[in-house]
C-alpha cells in the first residue's frame, strides 16, 4: 500500500512549513510537497488605510526584513502619488537597505545555515546550531555576529531602532545621517571585507570536501530574476526587472511597474502560499527563482571591486551558463555580503547622505503604484490602488519566498527521489529535506502574511494513509 511521511516541523527556518511525502505501492516516492500552514492576510486588512501609513503599516509583516516591506511600499506611494524623491533621501534609503541585507543574509548563513555545512548534515541534532558552530569554530561564529550587529547598527543610526525604524516615508526619508554616526560605523566597518572573503574561501573548502549527492541535491534548470542597474549591474534598492532562463539568456527587462505582464499567480489547495509563475512559459514551465543565486545569475556585472572579483570567480566555477546548484545559495549569500559591506562604505562616504532635502510634499490622486525592491530573499513587490482621498482600495504583495515556492517543492521532490527509500526516514536524511528550504531561507510568516512558531514537519503517506511523522 502506497505511504506518506511527514517532517513538522521544519526547522531553523522563519514561519511554519511541513513536507508531505507520497510513496507508491513499491515504496519510491511519488511526489512532495512543501506546505505553508500558516494565513494572516495583510492585504485585506491594509485597505480603508491611508496610502502614507502602509510603510509603517506593512514592516510589521516581518521581523526580520521589516526595512524592505517599508521601503517597498514607501515607493509604491510615491509611484502612486507622483513623488520625486531627493539624490539625498534615494542614496539614504539605499543605505538603510544594504543594512537590511547584510543583517539578515549573515542570520541565515551563520546562524542558520553554517551548522549543516561546519558541522555536517548528520551531526547530532543537539550540537547542531549555532553554539555547536562556536564550539567548533569560534572565530567563525564571532564573525557572523560583527557582521549581523554592523548590519543592525546601521539600520539604528538612521532609524534609531534596529527593528522596525522609523525611517522611509512616502517622498522621501524622515531624516539625514548624524556625522560622527557614519564616521564610526565606517570605522566598525573596516574588518569585514576581509571576514567575508575568508569565509568565502572556509566555504568553496567545504563545497570541495562534500559529497556529489549532498552538493547536488536539489540541482535542476529553473528562470532567475532580479533587478538590475541600467548597465545590467548588480541592484538592490533600485532598478528594472530581468528574468533569465535557465541558460542565462534574457527572456525579459522590464521596468518594474510592469510585473502583471510577465508573472501570473496559482494557488493550491494544499498550501497558503501562492505559486507565480512566468506567463509566456505558462505554470509547469514558467517556475523561477529570486534571491541570491538568482541575481548574480541574472546580472552582467557587480559594481563593487571585492564583491565583483568573488562574482567572477564564482560564475567561473558554474557548470553550465548559470549555477544551477541550490546549496550556491550560501555562497552567492556571502558574495552579496561583501557587495553590502562596499555598498555601504561608498555611501557613507557620500556627502548626500549627511546634507541635503530628506522629503517632499506627497499629495493624493486617485490610481495604482507599484514597488519593487530587492529583499534579502529576492524580489518584493508591493501595490496599492488609492482613491482620491489616499485611502488604500486595495493590496497585493509578492514576497520573495512566494516566487521561490515552486522551485522549493521542486527541491524538496528532488531531495525526496535522492535520498528517500523505504517507509522511515533517518535524521541525518530529514536534516537534507529541510536544508533544501533553508537554502532559500524562506521567510513563510512574511510570504503568507501569518502569525507562527518556526517549526516544520513532514509526514510519509502512502495509498492514502499517514505511515510515519516526524515533528520537532
Same mark, same amino acid.
Given at each position: 500500500?502506497?505511504?506518506?511521511?511527514?517532517?513538522?516541523?521544519? @526547522?531553523?527556518?522563519?514561519? +511554519?512549513?511541513?513536507?508531505?511525502?507520497?510513496?507508491?505501492?513499491?515504496?519510491?516516492?511519488?511526489?512532495?510537497?512543501? +506546505?505553508?500552514?500558516?494565513?494572516?492576510?495583510?492585504?485585506?486588512?491594509?485597505?480603508?488605510?491611508?496610502?502614507?501609513?502602509?510603510?509603517?503599516?506593512?514592516?510589521?509583516?516581518?521581523?526580520?526584513?521589516?526595512?524592505?516591506?517599508?521601503?517597498?511600499?514607501?515607493?509604491?506611494?510615491?509611484?502612486?502619488?507622483?513623488?520625486?524623491?531627493? *539624490?539625498?533621501? %534615494?542614496?539614504?534609503?539605499?543605505?538603510?537597505?544594504?543594512?537590511?541585507?547584510?543583517?539578515?543574509?549573515?542570520?541565515?548563513?551563520?546562524?542558520?545555515?553554517?551548522?549543516?555545512?561546519?558541522?555536517?548534515?548528520?551531526?547530532?541534532?543537539?550540537?547542531?546550531?549555532?553554539?555547536?558552530?562556536?564550539?567548533?569554530?569560534?572565530?567563525?561564529?564571532?564573525?557572523?555576529?560583527?557582521?549581523?550587529?554592523?548590519?543592525?547598527?546601521?539600520?539604528?543610526?538612521?532609524?534609531?531602532?534596529?527593528?522596525?525604524?522609523?525611517?522611509?516615508?512616502?517622498?522621501?526619508?524622515?531624516?539625514?545621517?548624524?556625522?560622527?554616526? &557614519?564616521?564610526?560605523?565606517?570605522?566598525?566597518?573596516?574588518?569585514?571585507?576581509?571576514?567575508?572573503?575568508?569565509?568565502?574561501?572556509?566555504?568553496?573548502?567545504?563545497?570541495? !570536501?562534500?559529497?556529489? !549527492?549532498?552538493?547536488?541535491?536539489?540541482?535542476?534548470?529553473?528562470?532567475?530574476?532580479?533587478?538590475?542597474?541600467?548597465?545590467? &549591474?548588480?541592484? %538592490?534598492? !533600485?532598478?528594472?526587472?530581468?528574468?533569465?532562463?535557465?541558460?542565462?539568456?534574457?527572456?525579459?527587462?522590464?521596468?518594474?511597474?510592469?510585473?502583471?505582464?510577465?508573472?501570473?499567480?496559482?494557488?493550491?489547495?494544499?498550501?497558503?502560499?501562492?505559486?507565480?509563475?512566468?506567463?509566456?512559459?505558462?505554470?509547469?514551465?514558467?517556475?523561477?527563482?529570486? $534571491?541570491?543565486?538568482?541575481?548574480?545569475?541574472?546580472?552582467?556585472?557587480?559594481?563593487?571591486?571585492?564583491?565583483?572579483?568573488?562574482?567572477?570567480?564564482?560564475?567561473?566555477?558554474?557548470?553550465?551558463?548559470?549555477?544551477?546548484?541550490?546549496?550556491?545559495?550560501?555562497?552567492?549569500?556571502?558574495?552579496?555580503?561583501?557587495?553590502?559591506?562596499?555598498?555601504?562604505?561608498?555611501?557613507?562616504?557620500?556627502?548626500?547622505?549627511?546634507?541635503?532635502?530628506?522629503?517632499?510634499?506627497?499629495?493624493?490622486?486617485?490610481?495604482?503604484?507599484?514597488?519593487?525592491? *530587492?529583499?534579502?530573499?529576492? @524580489?518584493? #513587490?508591493?501595490?496599492?490602488?488609492?482613491?482620491?482621498? $489616499?485611502?488604500?482600495?486595495?493590496?497585493?504583495? #509578492?514576497?520573495?519566498?512566494?516566487?521561490?515556492?515552486?522551485?522549493?517543492?521542486? &527541491?524538496?521532490?528532488?531531495?525526496?527521489?535522492?535520498?528517500? !527509500?523505504?517507509?522511515?526516514?533517518?535524521?541525518?536524511?530529514?536534516?537534507?529535506?529541510?536544508?533544501?528550504?533553508?537554502?532559500?531561507?524562506?521567510?513563510?510568516?512574511?510570504?503568507? %502574511?501569518?502569525?507562527? *512558531?518556526?517549526?516544520?514537519?513532514?509526514?510519509?503517506?502512502?495509498?492514502?494513509?499517514?505511515?510515519?511523522?516526524?515533528?520537532?
Amino acid at each position: 500500500m502506497s505511504k506518506k511521511e511527514v517532517i513538522d516541523p521544519v @526547522t531553523r527556518v522563519e514561519g +511554519h512549513g511541513k513536507i508531505t511525502i507520497h510513496l507508491d505501492d513499491d515504496g519510491a516516492v511519488e511526489d512532495a510537497q512543501f +506546505h505553508v500552514t500558516e494565513f494572516r492576510g495583510f492585504e485585506e486588512f491594509v485597505e480603508g488605510r491611508p496610502i502614507w501609513e502602509m510603510p509603517e503599516i506593512t514592516a510589521r509583516i516581518c521581523g526580520i526584513c521589516p526595512v524592505s516591506h517599508q521601503l517597498a511600499a514607501a515607493k509604491a506611494a510615491d509611484d502612486v502619488m507622483d513623488a520625486d524623491v531627493p *539624490e539625498g533621501a %534615494h542614496k539614504l534609503r539605499e543605505l538603510l537597505h544594504m543594512g537590511q541585507v547584510l543583517q539578515s543574509h549573515a542570520l541565515s548563513f551563520f546562524y542558520l545555515s553554517s551548522p549543516d555545512l561546519v558541522l555536517g548534515y548528520d551531526a547530532d541534532p543537539a550540537e547542531r546550531n549555532i553554539e555547536g558552530v562556536l564550539e567548533e569554530n569560534p572565530e567563525l561564529a564571532e564573525r557572523g555576529i560583527d557582521l549581523r550587529s554592523f548590519g543592525q547598527n546601521v539600520i539604528a543610526a538612521l532609524g534609531e531602532k534596529k527593528v522596525h525604524p522609523d525611517f522611509a516615508v512616502a517622498g522621501g526619508v524622515s531624516n539625514t545621517l548624524d556625522r560622527e554616526d &557614519g564616521e564610526d560605523l565606517l570605522e566598525e566597518s573596516e574588518p569585514l571585507p576581509t571576514y567575508l572573503r575568508e569565509t568565502i574561501d572556509l566555504l568553496k573548502g567545504i563545497f570541495e !570536501d562534500m559529497d556529489p !549527492d549532498t552538493l547536488d541535491y536539489a540541482t535542476y534548470p529553473t528562470g532567475y530574476m532580479g533587478l538590475v542597474t541600467g548597465e545590467g &549591474g548588480l541592484e %538592490h534598492y !533600485d532598478g528594472d526587472i530581468r528574468l533569465v532562463d535557465e541558460e542565462g539568456d534574457r527572456l525579459e527587462e522590464i521596468d518594474d511597474g510592469a510585473y502583471r505582464d510577465i508573472i501570473a499567480e496559482r494557488a493550491k489547495e494544499w498550501s497558503y502560499l501562492k505559486f507565480p509563475y512566468y506567463k509566456d512559459r505558462g505554470f509547469e514551465d514558467g517556475q523561477y527563482r529570486v $534571491g541570491p543565486l538568482a541575481r548574480l545569475n541574472a546580472v552582467d556585472d557587480v559594481s563593487t571591486p571585492q564583491a565583483r572579483e568573488e562574482w567572477v570567480e564564482f560564475m567561473d566555477a558554474a557548470e553550465g551558463p548559470v549555477h544551477e546548484r541550490s546549496t550556491y545559495y550560501h555562497w552567492a549569500r556571502l558574495i552579496e555580503m561583501l557587495y553590502c559591506v562596499e555598498r555601504i562604505q561608498e555611501l557613507l562616504e557620500d556627502d548626500d547622505v549627511y546634507e541635503g532635502m530628506t522629503n517632499v510634499p506627497t499629495k493624493p490622486k486617485a490610481g495604482t503604484g507599484v514597488g519593487v525592491i *530587492e529583499a534579502p530573499r529576492g @524580489t518584493l #513587490i508591493h501595490e496599492y490602488t488609492i482613491d482620491d482621498g $489616499g485611502l488604500v482600495e486595495d493590496a497585493n504583495f #509578492i514576497v520573495a519566498t512566494t516566487h521561490n515556492n515552486g522551485a522549493m517543492n521542486r &527541491g524538496v521532490l528532488s531531495a525526496a527521489e535522492k535520498f528517500v !527509500d523505504g517507509p522511515e526516514i533517518p535524521e541525518g536524511i530529514l536534516n537534507k529535506m529541510e536544508s533544501v528550504i533553508r537554502c532559500y531561507d524562506p521567510c513563510l510568516s512574511c510570504s503568507t %502574511h501569518s502569525i507562527g *512558531e518556526m517549526p516544520l514537519e513532514v509526514t510519509l503517506e502512502q495509498d492514502g494513509e499517514t505511515i510515519d511523522e516526524i515533528s520537532r
